[in-house]
Structures are given as structure tokens and as C-alpha cells.
């Protein structure tokens, strides 16, 4: 969904486990579907542990306790790992999700994300473990981004932390911008330097 980035304060959810490939974000059997509806996907974001094999909720994993929601998604080290899908990000995008932490991303889903509005921030080993504490002490903990200035807050514990992001993308992102948007806007002086080329 496309929606201006600023400053996002939310509170998380959190998914301590290292290594989620994509395959575990969104089965393989999804890439099949010939529909790019962002609720399709969002439902079916990490469905083999949000559901039993019998389709019941398993209600032992975190998206579905209560206790736990917002637009964040606390992740473990090494996510999105695996095939490149981009379904994977759609997923994401398609539950709500507005912003991912973690202290890795493999790079293609990191990209993935950018470019479907998801806003992957990389912080440091330390930052995510005390986040993920303040998260179990209180679900309700929230965090700040800031993403005009790179920055993102554990406001339990007033830790914050830079993150790094494209100048490109961080343009995209804030102005709600596609790459084709983006083109778009710039057609004005695509045409003006096109008029004034060297004709062969």
C-alpha cells in the first residue's frame, strides 16, 4: 500500500527466530495465485504457524495473541533469507505491516520490501535483544522511527539507535513514490533533455 513515510510510532510484534527464510513468510504454494490483492497475501503471511494442518489458528504463535499488534515487526537475525519471491514482501505489506527490525536482512528481501512500502531497519545486536525484552515485560512497548532523520526509539527504555536507508528510496518512501511514480515526476525534464539530444 502506498502511504507516506514520516514518523511511525507503533507498538511491535515480535518474532525472535533467527534464519525466516521465505518460504516460512509465505509458503511456496502461494506463488501460484494469480491475484496481487494485498489481503490475500496478508492472510496468508507465515500460514503454516498461524494455522494448525487441521486449519485451526495456532494459538500459540504470535500473531494470533492479543496481547500483540502494530505496524512493526520485530524479526531475528538473518530474515527473509531463501528464494528471492517477492510475494514474501507483499505478505508483509498485505497484514499491516509498515516497518521490519532486525540485525540482518538478506539483501534481495530487504530490497523487496523497499519497493512494496515496507521499511526494512537494521539495527544493532544489542538494540534488537533489549527490544525484544521490553517487548516480553510489556507488549504494550512502542517504538519510534523516524524517518526523516534515520533514527528508531525503544520507548520503554529511550535507547535509540541510526539507521541507514538509500537516499532514493528514502525519497520513494517518504512521497509515497513507486519507481514509476518516480519516473513520472521526472518527466518534465526527461522530455526537456530528450528535446535538446544529439539526433543521429
Known sequence: MKQKFDIITSTCVPLPLENVDTDQIIPARFLKATTKEEKF????????????????????F???????GGQI??????????SSREHAAW???????????????????KNNELNNFVLPVVVS????????????ADPKTEVRVDVP??????????QSEKF????YKKYCLMNALDDIDYLLQQK?????????????
Open 164 to 167: 541507514e536507508i538509500n537516499s
Open 188 to 200: 518534465s525534464k526527461i522530455e526537456a533533455y530528450e528535446s535538446q539530444a544529439v539526433k543521429y
Open 62 to 68: 504470535v500473531l494470533n495473541k492479543p496481547e500483540y
Open 41 to 60: 497475501f496478508g492472510d496468508n503471511l507465515f500460514r503454516d504457524w498461524r494455522y494448525n494442518p487441521d486449519g485451526s489458528l495456532n494459538k500459540d
Open 91 to 109: 505478505a508483509i505489506a498485505g497484514y499491516g505491516f509498515r516497518v521490519v527490525i532486525s540485525s540482518f536482512f538478506a539483501d534481495i528481501h
Open 73 to 82: 515487526l520485530v524479526a531475528g537475525k538473518n530474515f527473509g533469507s531463501g
Open 125 to 136: 545486536e544489542q538494540f534488537l535483544a533489549d527490544l525484544f525484552a521490553s517487548i516480553k
Open 149 to 158: 532523520n534515520q533514527t528508531v526509539t525503544n520507548l520503554a527504555n529511550g
